[in-house]
Each structure stands twice: as structure tokens, then as C-alpha cells.
């Protein structure tokens, strides 16, 4: 082989062996041999002449970061990573949170009561149904009157109702 052709050799196979590391989990093994080889590509380059060095470290510069970007893009489409990430949700998943949201639309604004302390969670009764709540703010004692304010999360915020209305003591 030529003078050129072991440096170009050694900075390919380096450099490609970096994209192999993203792949392959050896614990930095391969990154390690990766790195030799691109100094030892370097230091051969050098070795023939100044110019030649300071054009294979411009090269290296602009590659490098191309080829751990091309190598990290491709990466989450790996079996490996595809075991590793979170699937995105299901559209049927929001589906039925919307459909528990609107279940609990009707709410907003009525009076119940709650049936456990909220710290911040608790159960709340609203027209005979047992509910998951959390207090919007502080510690609800059990048996408060609280208004429901809104749905966040599939649940019911509510808060102790300022005034008690004439329905509520009608039950």
C-alpha cells in the first residue's frame, strides 16, 4: 500500500468503528480501539509530512461529528433501543382519557362531599358516586363540603366550598 493509504485505512476503520460502538454495548471497548485507530491515523499522517497532518485533523473534525450524528439518528431504530425507549402512547389510550375527562365534565362546579381526608388525594362523593380527588390546595378534612374546579389528569380537583347551597341539605 501506498504512504496515504494506511492513514485514510486507519481513520475509516476508526471512524466506523465509533458508528459500531453506538450499536453494539461492549462497554467502550470498541470506542477505545475506534480512538486508537483515529490517532494512530493522525500520527501516520503526521508522520509524513506536517500539511498532510493538519488536512487529515480538518477532515477528522468535519467527520467525527457527522458520523456520531448519523450513528446516534439511526440508533432508536436498533432492536436494542427499540427494548430501551418508551413506545409512544396508543391513540385509543387518549381516547379513553378523554372519554373519563368528558365523564367528569358534568361535575365542575357542583357541590359534593369528602368522604376521606384529601392529602392531597382522597375520595370524594358526587351524586352518590365514589371519585378519586385531589385537594387544589392544602389538607381537606373528611366530611368537608368541596366544589369540584376541574379535571386534571382523569381526575377531579376540588376545594372547600365556600358557602353550602340549599340542595345539599335537602339529601
Excluded: Y
Excluded at 58 to 77: E, K, N, T
Excluded at 84 to 104: G, I, K, N, T
Amino acid at each position: 500500500m501506498t504512504g496515504l493509504a494506511w492513514p485514510i485505512l486507519c481513520m475509516v476503520v476508526g471512524l466506523l468503528l465509533l458508528i459500531v460502538e453506538v450499536f453494539i454495548p461492549s462497554g467502550g471497548l470498541i470506542g477505545v480501539l475506534a480512538l486508537g485507530l483515529i490517532v494512530v491515523s493522525l500520527w501516520l499522517s503526521f508522520a509524513q509530512s506536517a500539511a498532510l497532518g493538519l488536512k487529515f485533523s480538518a477532515a477528522l473534525v468535519l467527520l467525527a461529528p457527522m458520523v456520531i450524528a448519523a450513528a446516534l439518528h439511526l440508533w432508536p431504530r436498533t432492536p436494542l433501543a427499540k427494548k430501551m425507549f418508551l413506545r409512544p402512547p396508543d391513540p385509543d389510550f387518549d381516547d379513553e382519557f378523554h372519554a373519563e375527562h368528558h365523564r367528569l365534565d358534568h361535575l365542575v362546579g357542583q357541590i359534593g362531599r369528602a368522604l376521606t381526608p384529601l392529602r392531597p388525594a382522597g375520595i370524594v362523593d358526587f351524586e352518590g358516586k365514589r371519585l378519586d380527588a385531589i385537594a387544589e390546595e392544602g389538607l381537606i378534612a373528611a366530611g368537608t363540603l368541596v366544589e369540584a374546579v376541574q379535571i386534571r389528569g382523569g381526575r377531579l380537583v376540588v376545594r372547600p366550598a365556600n358557602e353550602p347551597r340549599f340542595n345539599d341539605f335537602l339529601e
